[in-house]
């Protein structure tokens, strides 16, 4: 699989560790970012994988940077794309060439709260209860069938970055495991529903 980011990589690094723990049977076969300074880029290095840096404002237009991505992809053989705090939408071309096999994470309850801020706008919403969500990518953005989800609580006295974090762990606890359902195959879409292989 390959694993796009953005940032920090927090998520990229929940997958590098639960692959160690062998509780993930994958190979990461390339990390892409769309800036230079990302940190997760050093946390990929330091784990002895295949980085590389695509910069957006070197393409004429998202199909074209999207073309390049794909073109990488499929030079390194990928069959699932994990976005992991990949800050750009993803286009037609990218999800055509990878139908079904794209996963984000996202860090609500979806479809509560979809786009930016996620946290800040569950906290300024007042809901109780929020979350995190790993759904397949389609063109609706954060809009695609979900494959997993976990809740924890909005405390009175949380802030954004105490919300955040808590999201966080569940985020990390979650991402490996819907990696793994989605890789086991022979899980089918109900509509929107996915639906996992009964074992
Ligand atoms: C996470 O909160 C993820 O849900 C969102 O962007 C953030 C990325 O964090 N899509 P990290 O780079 O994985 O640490």
Known sequence: MAVLISGRGSNLQSIIDAMAQRELDATIAIVISNRTDAAGLKRAQD???ETA??????YDNRDAYDAAIVEMLRAHDVGLVC????????GPRMLAAFPGAVLNIHPSLLPSFPGLDA??????????????????????????????QSAVPVLDDDTVETLSARILVEEHRIYPQ????????????????????RH
Do not use: K
């Open 47 to 49: 784990a002895g994988l």
């Open 53 to 58: 840096t695509l910069n957006p404002r070197e």
């Open 83 to 90: 976005l992991a705090g990949f800050m750009r939408l993803v």
């Open 119 to 148: 946290q800040r706008q569950a906290l300024e919403h007042g809901v109780r209860i929020s979350g995190a969500t790993v759904h397949l990518v389609t063109s609706e953005l954060d809009g695609g069938p979900i494959v997993m």
């Open 178 to 197: 819907a990696i793994r359902e989605v890789l086991d195959g022979g899980w089918r879409l109900d509509g929107r529903r996915f639906v996992a292989r």
